[in-house]
């Protein structure tokens, strides 16, 4: 008989409970159990008060990025990512650009979007007129719903309206924008945006529909900067990152990969410190086709003297107060590392971090190619799959990297050749 998802009550009962039945429905072994029990500094009763129906936590590693220099001020940059060179690609390119005098950055101030979507409105044009004549009363509105937003500085300071045409007739969009300070944002804006909805109904005539805030964060921006020194880099891989920059430019299929490279980094350090990367990465791929045609998120120009200047603009709405960044533990020590209290120094970090992957990864690609290096830093997780343990991981890896034939095969044949 065919086992049920369907579970009345699971997500009343205790995480142990929950892992015996999900023991019973698929089968898992006491190895299994293990795994799913063994947890590190996030224990099950906070993991259990972050998300639904929780039986574990799932570890990532979490490395730290070197010779980053920010603003004149060295950092070292947690990242926790499960994919090999990543980290290391980011600190050989913070380096490279020291000689240039590291990374500036700055952002815009932490103002994200609310959208309220209007339908059924009789007349958009007066409609639109009636909610701007309104527009300082809305924002007194939306800044009694959160004072101590207000207290710190920040809170509602504008109100927009936009006319959309759809597949399901003419709509109007309301946006707030909301100065949220150190925060991401949605909790306070999304409140702000339900409170002022019926003024907004009244106003307009229509009827409000969807009331949330916006990930494409284009008020929010962050951006950085940095030169390559020729003489550090040569000039073959100026040219090099030069070409494909280009070729990312003029093809989508190369700039998707392009991008995802930049989001590499900036998704590890927004992991690291608790803070949603799926926003994130929605914001910035949004972005790269504002108004515009898919496009590479960094830009690449020679200077006066023949250096490589490289630099980075997207939206990136993070926080270090409020939800996990304050709930994980770790995610606390990542943002004491950093050295850094402000959402926006978060996102200068973050802005210099996708630079310098991206960087990474066109000098690569330019030079040896970007599967050497990948590989090389993969090895030790293909000798640990193939059976490796100890002392012999180290020593598969370093054959495989030897021979230039990385793969699991040559893995399990090196392993049998040490064992006997």
Same mark, same amino acid.
């Given at each position: ?21 999900? &023991? ?27 998300? $639904?129906?929780? #039986? +574990? ?17 060295? %950092? ?30 700055? =952002?815009? @101030?932490?103002?994200? !979007? ?5 339908? +059924?409105?009789?007349? =958009? *044009? ?34 927009? %309206? ?39 109904? @009244? ?8 009331? !949330? ?11 950085? &900067? ?23 430019? /003029? ?10 490279? !930049?989001?590499? *980094?900036?998704?590890?350090?927004? #992991? /690291?410190?608790?803070?949603?990367? &799926?926003?994130?990465?929605? *914001? ?17 120009? &020679?200077?006066? $003297? ?26 606390? %020590? ?5 050295? !850094? ?12 971090? *996708? ?12 030079? $040896? ?19 490796? =343990?100890? $002392? ?15 793969? %699991? ?12």
């Amino acid at each position: 008989m065919d086992k049920s998802s369907e579970l009345p009550g699971f997500h009343k009962l205790s995480p142990g409970e929950r892992l015996d039945i999900v &023991r019973d429905f698929a089968d898992l072994g006491e190895e299994d159990l293990q795994a799913l029990k063994k947890t590190g500094r996030l224990d099950l009763d906070t993991a259990g008060r972050m998300i $639904e129906n929780v #039986i +574990g936590t799932m570890e990532i590693p979490l490395g730290v990025a070197t010779n980053f220099r920010i603003n004149g001020r060295d %950092v070292l940059i947690p990242m926790a990512i499960e994919e090999p060179s990543v980290v290391a690609a980011a600190s050989n390119a913070a380096k490279l650009a020291r000689p240039g005098g590291g990374f500036e950055a700055s =952002t815009d @101030e932490p103002v994200m !979007i609310g959208q309220i979507q209007l339908v +059924g409105v009789p007349d =958009t *044009g007066g409609a639109s007129k009636a909610i701007l004549d309104r527009k300082d009363e809305i924002i007194e509105l939306c800044n009694k719903q959160d004072a101590t937003l207000v207290r710190f500085g920040g809170g509602a300071r504008d109100v927009e %309206v936009r006319g959309i045409e759809t597949e399901q007739g003419r709509m109007l969009v309301v946006h707030i924008m909301v100065d949220v300070r150190d925060a991401m944002g949605a909790n306070a804006i999304n409140t702000m945006a339900e409170k002022i909805t019926p003024l907004i109904e @009244e106003l307009s005539g229509g009827r409000a529909k969807l009331r !949330i805030i916006s990930n494409l964060a284009t008020r929010r921006l962050a951006r950085a &900067r940095a030169v390559w020194k020729r003489d550090v880099i040569g000039e073959d891989t100026v040219q090099g990152i030069m070409e494909a920059y280009a070729f990312a430019c /003029a093809d989508q299929y190369r700039c998707a990969t392009h991008n995802k490279g !930049i989001m590499n *980094g900036i998704d590890a350090v927004t #992991i /690291a410190t608790g803070n949603d990367f &799926r926003a994130v990465e929605a *914001g910035a791929h949004s972005f790269a086709a504002f108004e515009r045609p898919y496009t590479s998120l960094t830009r690449y120009e &020679r200077d006066g $003297e023949g250096n490589l200047v490289g630099s980075i603009e997207l939206p990136i709405a993070v926080g270090t107060v409020g939800g996990a960044t304050r709930t994980n533990p770790v995610a606390r %020590v990542a943002l004491k590392i950093l050295g !850094i209290k402000s959402a926006q120094g978060l996102a200068q970090a973050m802005a210099s971090v *996708g630079l310098a992957q991206n960087l990474a990864a066109l000098r690569a690609l330019a030079t $040896e190619g970007i599967q050497i290096g990948h590989m090389k830093l993969h090895a030790r997780n293909i000798a640990v799959t193939a059976g490796a =343990t100890g $002392e012999a991981i180290d020593r598969v890896a370093a054959r495989m990297v030897e021979e230039r034939d990385i793969s %699991v095969a040559r893995a399990e044949q090196i392993l049998k050749e040490l064992s006997g």
